[in-house]
């Protein structure tokens, strides 16, 4: 006999830039994630800065504002006792990459870099994103201070998996 697991997958209307409004909608889905009794919250790809951003993306300042939203979920109380797996981007030695940031009561479990970019049709992610190569290969990330006072963590894995 298994067990089931409730899982939310969060389709959220986000605009790019809107860090403020894009937040708001992220807390909301969480709250909603966790009334439906979910354990685990799935995001949209990129949601805390949008995905349309252009070359924004490649802006100190996008990367910035990214990390302050992150700071801000893992402080609200809405955010524990439910895993969530959010879709923003991180840079790491340098080089830009579109992920998913895990976590858990305040606490960073993973952060997993796109491998397979897109770049047909209206698709140009390779313009601003590197795709993470090193398959099963794990390296340790060091945090930002605004998030290490956070979640009291040094540094942690950045680890690809792929399906
Ligand atoms: C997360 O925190 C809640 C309390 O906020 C606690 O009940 C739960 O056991 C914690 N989960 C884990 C895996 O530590």
């Not at 089931?4 to 894009?22: P, R």
């Not at 439910?82 to 579109?98: A, E, Q, R, S, W």
């Not at 993973?110 to 994103?129: H, S």
Request: hydrophobic fraction near 40%; proline fraction near 5%; charged fraction near 20%.
């Amino acid at each position: 006999m298994g067990h089931t697991v409730t899982l939310a997958c969060c389709a959220l209307n986000q605009w790019a830039l809107d860090f403020h409004g894009n937040l708001q909608r992220i807390l909301e889905s969480v709250r909603l994630a966790k009334e439906k009794g979910a354990a685990y919250r799935l995001g949209p790809e990129l949601e805390v800065c949008g995905y349309g951003c252009g070359d924004h993306f490649l802006e100190g300042d996008t990367q910035l504002l990214s990390m302050q939203s992150l700071a801000t979920l893992l402080e609200d109380p809405l955010t524990r006792n439910i895993i969530c797996d959010i879709g923003m981007p991180v840079m790491h030695k340098n080089v830009l990459y579109n992920c998913r940031v895990i976590f858990l009561n305040q606490t960073i479990l993973l952060i997993r870099p796109k491998m397979y970019l897109a770049m047909d049709g209206n698709y140009r992610e390779m313009r601003w994103f590197t795709p993470w190569t090193k398959l099963r290969h794990t390296e340790q990330f060091y945090l930002p201070p605004l998030i290490a006072d956070i979640t009291g963590q040094v540094c942690f894995n950045v680890l690809p998996i792929v399906s």
